[in-house]
């Protein structure tokens, strides 16, 4: 995962002179996080038609919010709880994860079409199995398992306990592999 | 390979693809996209502060004017004294003082309190225009339709689950448990004013008060007490003020309250069932229904109050109101003064065998 660098998320910490200068440090902030944030919107979401839309949204959620938070969290983490809910809100508003079947581009990896095909209908059949999953299990699922963060980053984001991220993660992978394996065989 | 790792592998080859393809995300436009979202959603939340002040500002205004200068408002029963005006109008106007502040804040708890006042001052003012037309002094209508505006134009900006902090943060039931909350603390608002209009000579709206109190701070400690208790008070609430037991409570008061414990029994229904059989959170299609029914309520609300409130004041209806209430007021009165005496008396001859 790649980590922002510290001076971005220093925000938390400082003492926010003006609105201007509020601005000014979103705006790094912006910089530093909004592929981790878009990566992480169109994981929760499979839609990628709508990410520029969901990331400024997050951001702009994250400014309006930010006299509530608290600190108990890193800002990083506190950011992508935040895109959690987005994502929610979103997938709410449109039913179901609009495009996630495929992703639009071709990875440069010298795969035949057919290869690349393949590809493309694994991935889709991935997130139609994630699809399926209950909205709290999904978003632990892509949280804990796709990007990788860590249990304790999970629960803050998810506002859970850590043994229920776990919980939810680990059932979540169960179902989603079971799905997976059961339309291979 | 046997079968069952082939399989596995299969799962872990495409879980691979699926990190491979999240990761090669990125954003396509750069910051001034962002710069200038961040700009108007800025523009947008100042103008809803904006909106809301000047609104509650010219209620205000209305009020203290309709007190001051008597003309502006309707002919007052000549039994109707200052001071009663004043109790009345007491609880709103220092709650709605306390909204131009509340509104400007970031949390989801001021937004809720904000949100109370104007839906229990809309459905008062409302019901009262309708029940008596003609009667009620210009200030209700102008309250009802100042509130309305205010709920239409808040909607539900201010109550996303960031802004939530402090003891109540719903994890599931979000949407829910908030406007439960909201009515909850909007029926007490109602209470309050009235029993404060009366100057808390009626037992039994203070003690509906009360319990509305302890509910709804079982409610915001997110306990299932505090949900069972605010169903129980909601139905006793609507069945006194149905069946106009409810001492010392205008008739559309009564049914004011009637209809938002309804509303809030109704509202809780998928809580309540997710509680008993079991149940994860919201349904998407509810949650993308329900501001929508929240809107046109409130719509519907201020059109019936300006269809009644369009021909103006009645001076026969006004009198014959007066009247009416007149007699009502003496023999509630006397009833009151009969019932503290009795149970005066009661103690007195208990302690004194």
Known sequence: MSKAPGHALALGTAVVASEEDKQERFCAMYRAERDSIARHLVALTGDRTSMEDLVNETFIRAFQSFETFEGRSSLRTWLHGIAVNVARNHRAKHHRRAAAALPEHSQETGATPEEELNRRQAIARFHRAIDELEPRLRDAFVLRVIEQHGLKEVAEMLTIPVSTAHAWATRAERLVRARIEGEGS | ?353
């Not at chain 2, 009644?308 to 001076?315: L, Q």
């Open chain 2, 1 to 353: 390979m046997n079968d069952s790792s082939r399989k596995r592998s299969s799962y872990e080859d495409i879980l691979a693809m699926v990190r491979a393809d999240a990761a090669s995300t990125s954003m396509l436009h750069g910051e001034a996209g962002f710069q200038q979202a961040l700009r108007l959603a800025l523009r947008q939340e100042r103008q809803r502060v904006i909106i809301t002040i000047v609104v509650i500002a010219t209620m205000l205004g209305t009020w203290v004017a309709s007190f001051v200068w008597h003309p502006i408002a309707n002919e007052l029963c000549p039994w109707l004294e200052p001071h009663d005006v004043f109790d009345i109008g007491l609880v709103p106007a220092i709650n709605l003082c306390l909204c131009i502040v509340l509104v400007m804040f970031p949390h989801a708890g001021a937004q809720m309190f904000v949100r109370a006042c104007c839906w229990s001052y809309l459905v008062v003012c409302a019901f009262s225009t309708a029940a008596t037309p003609g009667v009620m002094p210009l200030d209700f209508p102008v309250t009802a339709l100042g509130c309305g505006t205010i709920l239409l134009v808040l909607g539900a900006h201010g109550l996303e689950p960031e802004r939530y902090r402090g003891v109540f943060v719903p994890l599931a039931h979000r949407v829910t448990l908030t406007w439960a909350m909201i009515l909850g603390i909007a029926d007490l608002q109602t209470l309050l004013a009235v029993n404060q209009a009366h100057r808390w000579m009626y037992p039994l709206p203070d003690a509906c008060a009360l319990g509305m109190v302890i509910a709804a701070f079982g409610l915001y400690r997110l306990r299932v007490w505090g949900l069972w208790l605010n169903l129980g008070m909601n139905a006793i609430v609507a069945a006194l003020a149905v069946s106009n037991n409810l001492v010392g409570v205008s008739l559309p008061v009564a049914y004011t309250l009637a209809a938002t414990a309804i509303a809030q029994t109704v509202l809780v229904i998928p809580l309540v069932r997710s509680i008993l059989h079991g149940g994860t959170d919201e349904h998407p299609s509810l949650l993308r229904v329900m501001p929508w029914i929240a809107r046109v309520i409130v719509a519907l609300i201020m059109l019936t109050t300006i269809v009644f409130a369009w021909r103006g004041p009645d001076p026969d209806a006004l009198q014959r109101f007066c009247s009416s209430h007149a007699e009502e007021r003496e023999c509630q009165f006397r009833r009151t003064q009969k019932t503290i005496f009795n149970h005066m008396k009661g103690m007195f001859d208990e302690s004194n065998p």
